[in-house]
């Protein structure tokens, strides 16, 4: 049939299952807009294309289908890098549609001109410059394959403004261009599995680490029952935060620089540590070589470059996270226990005894973040509620206290660490789970960076409740000015502007400021049932720290429970 390239772009979108797209249109990108106001795909207008980005990414994070987002050429598709950057460090399957210059004009430094293609190449699992609108069905079809198999992650198609003007006959198949790539997960080795089986029924101290490819893969069931099955602790990164319910009796919490105290040294005295769907990111492991030295290591990864990378184990096993976990319960189901590890649970509790208190301790002046973010885990309902968080101490303390009972319920960025992430990431979860309160607990440094998408919100009838954690500071940097800079404190205060209250509401959105406990409750329960979005801003002290705490470049070992005495 004779259709325009942008035509072709809707349709091969509509073949993907896309209902709804995040974007910000220019004059290289405007042929697909055109498009678009024929058909029911809902586009949802950004303020800037950094928030398209995060939005298509929390989108996917909490539906696990991918997110797409739509930008025009230069700096519209330049302003795209952070968000696709923070999706791919943390393998999130957005599809990234930018508008290019003419083909005739490529290389001439033409107006709006950037080789996208270019810039994202390290940080896109795949990117396509096209070439002609014949190849839409081709390109789109084989973008979203790539973008949502095996290890998931950002593509992106730039597409010259006259590709998306030229009219041609296409077919609508589903042929695909893979160039090597093979969509389907790896060939398990199932003798591996067995010997992992054998290692994990003989081990007196089991631990299983479990990463955000637990959640990518839909394996949490398969990893609770193991867990039981083995009667082994679950310690979690931060990817995998909520793939085993954090109130369950095996979970331990997360590990690393600001895990669980207790969590760390579980993993310190472990003899088999199972890891699934992690990358040892430095942040989870401490010093690499010094991580869970002691023991059997068993890694189960869907990316064979991430086997060895980091830290050197003892029995890879590339593959599936959810097939594995099921072939390695198939081989254990008749264990009931020879060992049943009563004395490593009873040393799991104590080590839970010994760090019960770790995180209080006060500080003088405004709330506890502690406490507001324990308020806030009680006020929501599992399986109907979504977490976001900004970068810094608000993500860490959100790390630490909110007590997450599902999977892809707790969204942050922890790769990249990009401070503006939470916000815009809350609406792409709202749009994708409408009918779940979505909550983003923020920071006002990173707030500040991506705050002009409250007009989104308010215009686009997406409702979420920010709580900013308002120190007035880039609260982290300050902490480590603390701790490693001899207190010398320089560029990290935000000297108490703007008024949130009143930034929210001139965007058309309710602002509050609770002084006390019980308001903040109120004031949450309030937003909780309100249909417009809501900026509740806390104040807290500048100096709460986040502890537990492990130096940066030091092992688990050396966790701090609290400030060191100096
Ligand atoms: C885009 C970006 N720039 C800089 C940083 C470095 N950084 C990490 S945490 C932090 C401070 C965050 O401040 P805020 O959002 O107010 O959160 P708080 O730590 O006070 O909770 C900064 C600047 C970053 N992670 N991301």
Same mark, same amino acid.
């Given at each position: 049939?004779?259709?325009?390239?942008?035509?072709?772009?809707?349709?091969?979108?509509?073949?993907?299952?896309?209902?709804?797209?995040?974007?910000?249109?220019?004059?290289?990108?405007?042929?697909?807009?055109?498009?678009?106001?024929?058909?029911?795909?809902?586009?949802?207008?950004?303020?800037?294309? $950094?928030?398209?980005?995060?939005?298509?990414?929390? =989108?996917?994070?909490?539906?696990?289908?991918?997110?797409?987002?739509?930008?025009?050429?230069?700096?519209?598709?330049?302003?795209?890098?952070?968000?696709?950057?923070?999706?791919?460090?943390?393998?999130?399957?957005?599809?990234?549609?930018?508008?290019?210059?003419?083909?005739?004009?490529?290389?001439?430094?033409?107006?709006?001109?950037?080789?996208?293609?270019?810039?994202?190449?390290?940080?896109?699992?795949?990117?396509?410059?096209?070439?002609?609108?014949?190849?839409?069905?081709?390109?789109?079809?084989?973008? =979203?394959?790539?973008?949502?198999?095996?290890?998931?992650?950002?593509?992106?198609?730039?597409?010259?403004?006259?590709? $998306?003007?030229?009219?041609?006959?296409?077919?609508?198949?589903?042929? +695909?261009?893979?160039?090597?790539?093979?969509?389907?997960?790896?060939?398990?080795?199932?003798?591996?599995?067995?010997?992992?089986?054998?290692?994990?029924?003989?081990?007196?101290?089991?631990?299983?680490?479990?990463?955000?490819?637990?959640?990518?893969?839909?394996?949490?069931?398969?990893?609770?029952?193991?867990?039981?099955?083995?009667?082994?602790?679950?310690?979690?990164?931060?990817?995998?935060?909520?793939?085993?319910?954090?109130?369950?009796?095996?979970?331990?919490?997360?590990?690393?620089?600001?895990?669980?105290?207790?969590?760390?040294?579980?993993?310190?005295?472990?003899?088999?540590?199972?890891?699934?769907?992690?990358?040892?990111?430095?942040?989870?492991?401490?010093?690499?070589?010094?991580?869970?030295?002691?023991?059997?290591?068993i890694h189960v990864d869907i990316d064979s470059a991430e086997i060895n990378k980091n830290v050197i184990v003892d029995l890879p096993i590339v593959g599936d996270a959810k097939?594995?976990?099921?072939?390695?319960?198939?081989?254990?189901?008749?264990? $009931?226990?020879?060992?049943?590890?009563?004395?490593?649970?009873?040393?799991?509790?104590?080590?839970?005894?010994?760090?019960?208190?770790?995180?209080?301790?006060?500080?003088?002046?405004?709330?506890?973040?502690?406490?507001?973010?324990?308020?806030?885990?009680?006020?929501?309902?599992?399986?109907?509620?979504?977490?976001?968080?900004?970068?810094?101490?608000?993500?860490?303390?959100?790390?630490?206290?909110?007590?997450?009972?599902?999977?892809?319920?707790?969204?942050?960025?922890?790769?990249?660490?990009? +401070?503006?992430?939470?916000?815009?990431?809350?609406?792409?979860?709202?749009?994708?789970?409408?009918?779940?309160?979505?909550?983003?607990?923020?920071?006002?440094?990173?707030?500040?960076?991506?705050? $002009?998408?409250?007009?989104?919100?308010?215009?686009?009838?997406?409702?979420?409740?920010?709580?900013?954690?308002?120190?007035?500071?880039?609260?982290?940097?300050?902490?480590?000015?603390?701790?490693?800079?001899?207190?010398?404190?320089?560029?990290?205060?935000?000297?108490?502007?703007?008024?949130?209250?009143?930034?929210?509401?001139? =965007?058309?959105?309710?602002?509050?400021?609770?002084?006390?406990?019980?308001? =903040?409750?109120?004031?949450?329960?309030?937003? +909780?049932?309100?249909?417009?979005?809501?900026?509740?801003?806390?104040?807290?002290?500048?100096?709460?720290?986040?502890?537990?705490?492990?130096?940066?470049?030091?092992?688990?070992?050396?966790?701090?429970?609290?400030?060191?005495?100096?």
């Open positions: 049939m004779l259709v325009s390239g942008a035509e072709a772009i809707v349709r091969s979108l509509k073949r993907e299952g896309v209902r709804v797209v995040f974007g910000l249109p220019g004059g290289a990108i405007l042929p697909l807009y055109d498009a678009l106001y024929d058909s029911d795909i809902k586009h949802v207008l950004g303020r800037h294309e $950094q928030c398209v980005a995060h939005m298509a990414d929390g =989108f996917a994070r909490a539906s696990g289908r991918p997110g797409v987002c739509i930008a025009t050429s230069g700096p519209g598709a330049t302003n795209l890098v952070t968000g696709i950057a923070t999706a791919y460090m943390d393998s999130s399957p957005i599809i990234a549609i930018t508008g290019q210059v003419a083909r005739y004009m490529i290389g001439k430094d033409a107006f709006q001109e950037a080789d996208i293609v270019g810039i994202v190449t390290p940080i896109t699992k795949y990117s396509f410059q096209l070439t002609s609108a014949r190849e839409i069905p081709r390109v789109f079809k084989t973008a =979203f394959t790539i973008a949502t198999t095996r290890r998931p992650g950002p593509v992106l198609i730039d597409v010259p403004v006259d590709v $998306q003007r030229e009219q041609v006959e296409i077919e609508f198949t589903d042929e +695909m261009d893979l160039k090597g790539y093979n969509p389907n997960p790896p060939r398990v080795d199932e003798d591996k599995v067995k010997k992992a089986a054998k290692v994990l029924a003989e081990s007196e101290r089991p631990l299983i680490l479990a990463g955000g490819g637990v959640k990518w893969s839909g394996a949490h069931e398969e990893l609770v029952k193991l867990a039981e099955l083995l009667m082994a602790p679950v310690a979690t990164t931060l990817m995998g935060k909520g793939v085993i319910a954090e109130d369950h009796p095996l979970s331990l919490g997360m590990i690393g620089m600001h895990g669980k105290a207790h969590a760390n040294y579980a993993v310190l005295e472990c003899d088999t540590l199972l890891a699934v769907g992690v990358r040892f990111s430095d942040r989870s492991t401490g010093k690499f070589d010094e991580f869970a030295k002691g023991a059997y290591k097939e594995v976990l099921r072939l390695l319960i198939k081989e254990l189901i008749g264990f $009931q226990g020879t060992k049943p590890h009563s004395a490593w649970i009873n040393r799991i509790k104590e080590f839970k005894a010994m760090f019960e208190c770790e995180t209080e301790g006060s500080v003088g002046g405004g709330l506890k973040p502690s406490m507001v973010i324990k308020t806030i885990s009680r006020l929501l309902e599992p399986g109907k509620s979504i977490v976001t968080t900004g970068v810094g101490q608000n993500q860490m303390w959100s790390a630490i206290h909110y007590i997450a009972k599902s999977p892809r319920s707790f969204i942050t960025s922890g790769g990249l660490g990009t +401070m503006g992430f939470g916000f815009p990431a809350a609406l792409g979860a709202k749009v994708a789970c409408p009918d779940k309160v979505v909550v983003d607990i923020d920071g006002d440094g990173s707030f500040l960076m991506t705050e $002009q998408d409250l007009a989104t919100s308010v215009t686009e009838n997406i409702p979420v409740i920010v709580v900013i954690l308002n120190n007035s500071a880039l609260g982290m940097v300050r902490q480590w000015q603390h701790l490693l800079y001899r207190r010398r404190f320089i560029a990290s205060s935000l000297g108490g502007v703007p008024d949130f209250v009143k930034l929210a509401q001139a =965007f058309g959105a309710e602002g509050a400021r609770p002084n006390s406990y019980e308001e =903040f409750e109120e004031t949450f329960k309030q937003a +909780m049932k309100s249909e417009i979005t809501t900026v509740i801003d806390v104040p807290i002290s500048q100096e709460e720290r986040v502890f537990p705490m492990v130096l940066p470049g030091r092992p688990l070992s050396e966790v701090l429970i609290s400030e060191p005495k100096s």
